[in-house]
């Protein structure tokens, strides 16, 4: 993976996985869905002596975002989501993180598009909009690294419920199919919950896609 550094720490009821994405010579890190234990997490940060320049959310779920506002207060960072997914992102009853005893309204800095195209920490990180899990949910790929995060699209031998508001199987199964299967098979993927996998184990295993 050349330059990047992966750190994954499970956070919160559901053991959500944050992650950093670190670059190895200057430090500087992208913080991936940061769910929950934020004061932890700044305290990883500071032990690593990192240096945080976003938060990328795969989609607007209270496991996933619970952590953004101290983190972005505390580093004075900007907050991307996909577009359709910044709305709910701004109301607790929308975004579930009533479920988890917290009233949270969070507002995007950046809305992004399908196929966008980020430079961020040293890194090049495209935007793949995967609805179905949520109607505005998206993966991040690091092409230069063969690196995804998936969020709650993928997981190891799984896919994402679609039982929420905005959830839809068809348009979940469509876009691991039409977004995530034609990446190569190499590629490491890094989901929501759970361990890590790759799109070639999935590919041959994975009984929803199959």
């Known amino acids: ?38 004061e932890r997490l700044k305290v990883k940060i500071e032990e690593q002596k990192l240096k945080p320049q976003a938060i990328l959310l795969t989609h607007a779920h209270g496991d996933h975002i619970l952590g953004v506002e101290y983190l972005k207060n505390a580093y004075q960072i900007p907050v991307y ?29 950046v809305c992004l598009k399908d196929q966008q195209e980020l430079q961020l920490a040293g890194f090049e990180i495209r935007v793949l909009f995967t609805p179905g899990h949520t109607a505005g949910g998206c993966c991040y790929y690091l092409p230069q690294e063969q690196v995804l995060m998936s969020g709650d699209t993928l997981f190891y031998d799984s896919i994402g419920r679609t039982d929420f508001p905005g959830g839809s199987m068809s348009e979940l199964l469509r876009s691991v199919r039409d977004k995530l299967m034609t990446l190569p098979d190499e590629t490491d993927v890094y989901p929501g919950h759970g361990e890590p996998t790759t799109i070639g184990r999935e590919r041959e295993y994975n009984a929803w896609i199959r």
């Not at 919160?12 to 010579?25: E, P, R």
């Open 1 to 38: 993976m050349g330059a990047l550094e992966i750190k994954i720490y499970a956070v919160g009821m559901l053991s959500t996985n944050c992650y950093f994405l670190i670059h190895k010579d200057t430090r500087q890190m992208v913080i991936v869905d940061p769910g929950a234990d934020a």
């Open 81 to 109: 989501i996909h577009e359709v997914d910044s709305e709910p992102l701004l109301y607790a009853d929308r975004n579930l993180s009533l479920m988890f005893g917290s009233e949270t309204s969070i507002k995007a800095d």
